[in-house]
Structures are given as C-alpha cells and as structure tokens.
C-alpha cells in the first residue's frame, strides 16, 4: 500500500455526503477509503503500467484446475468442518 502522505479537504452536499457514508457503510470501510477508490477509477494511473501488468498476468503460466468431482468433495469437506 502507498503512503498517505497528502491532505485534501472538499465539500460535499448533503446527498453526495449521504451516498458515500451510506457505500462505506455497506463496504465496513471508511468514508476516505470509498474517495481514494473512486479518484483510482476515474484517473486510472499510467497506462504504460496498467499494460506492462496485464502483459505478466497473460503470460504467466496455467494453473491447474482441479476436475469437477475433485473440487465437489473437496467444498463438501470443507462445509462439513463448519456444521
């Protein structure tokens, strides 16, 4: 995570107020947190680095994905630890 090492102070009216606590609520997260998300959605940073990540996801190696009566028992185990 990045340092927080800025301060900026905005006004909001009552109903922009109202729909960012209401999310952070929903989200169990702070007023700030929902901001700093929404300023990271609308000014993406440098594309250059959002390419150079997708390339390493897309060329990273597959995984192995388990057959469907494998990944069945194995969810069926799992909730029986929890009943």
Not at 5 to 29: M, N, S
């Given at each position: 995570?990045?340092?927080?090492?800025?301060?900026?102070?905005?006004?909001?009216?009552?109903?922009?107020?109202?729909?960012?606590?209401?999310?952070?609520?929903?989200?169990?997260?702070?007023?700030?947190?929902?901001?700093?998300?929404?300023?990271?959605?609308a000014l993406p940073g440098d594309?250059?680095?959002r390419a150079a990540a997708a390339?390493?996801?897309?060329?990273?190696?597959?995984?192995?994905?388990?057959d469907v009566e494998e990944l069945?028992?194995?969810?069926?185990?799992?909730?029986?630890?929890?009943?």
């Amino acid at each position: 995570m990045r340092m927080l090492d800025r301060r900026v102070q905005i006004l909001l009216d009552a109903d922009r107020y109202r729909r960012l606590a209401a999310e952070a609520a929903a989200r169990g997260t702070s007023v700030a947190a929902v901001v700093r998300e929404a300023i990271d959605r609308a000014l993406p940073g440098d594309p250059t680095r959002r390419a150079a990540a997708a390339r390493r996801i897309l060329d990273a190696p597959d995984m192995p994905v388990p057959d469907v009566e494998e990944l069945t028992a194995e969810l069926r185990s799992i909730r029986s630890r929890r009943a």
